[in-house]
């Protein structure tokens, strides 16, 4: 008994030393602008949610009202570009109330769950917003395709905090119809 209660608290110390593959979330950037997040955003990258299981040129569309909050809009073709379009809309109110660095979003009343900006650009040309565990994350840019160049520094910037082979490319209508 002493053998296995030693063999357990060893394995248990040398454990929990033991570093972890990927660091934590990354924190949120230090300021979102919601005017300048405001807007239309095309997918180009997601981990998987069943939510999205089928789409194909997913927008999502954060349109700002009077109380600091966004409307938001989803949209994307069933399978498709072109096919049957998918909608589903929400809400969503800032963790902080002077930034969107951090923001609560809610679906259909119930479904609640923050989020946070984790990489944007200066421009707010691209962005990355991921649930605090990194099992939801999308990589947003402002046209339907984003420079290799710029999806290269914002992959090996994720791939401290996730395994990146997780990513999937959403395909892009090139003329960036969503309607």
Do not use: H
């Not at 924190?27 to 300048?36: G, H, L, N, Q, T």
């Not at 194909?56 to 379009?85: P, S, W």
């Not at 609560?104 to 990489?119: A, D, G, L, S």
Request: proline share 4%; hydrophobic share 40%.
């Amino acid at each position: 008994m002493k053998i296995l209660f030693i063999t357990i608290i060893t394995f248990s110390i040398l454990y929990s030393q033991t570093p972890p593959k990927y660091l934590k979330a990354p924190k949120p950037v230090d300021y979102v602008s919601a005017e300048k997040f405001s807007g239309l955003w095309y997918e180009i990258a997601r981990t998987y949610n069943s939510f999205e299981k089928d789409c194909v040129a997913a927008t999502v569309e954060y349109i700002l009202t009077e109380d600091m909050n966004f409307q938001i809009k989803n949209r994307c073709f069933d399978t498709v570009i072109g096919g049957d379009l998918i909608e589903f809309n929400g809400t969503a109110k800032p963790l902080n109330q002077n930034t969107m660095a951090q923001i609560q979003m809610t679906y259909f009343w119930i479904f609640t769950k923050n989020y946070r900006v984790v990489y944007l650009n200066e421009d707010y040309s691209s962005a990355v917003v991921v649930d605090n565990n990194m099992n939801n994350l999308w990589i947003m840019s402002r046209t339907p395709f984003m420079k290799k160049e710029r999806l290269d520094y914002i992959v090996s910037f994720l791939s401290k905090y996730m395994d990146t082979k997780r990513l999937i490319y959403t395909p892009q209508d090139s003329q960036g119809r969503y309607k």
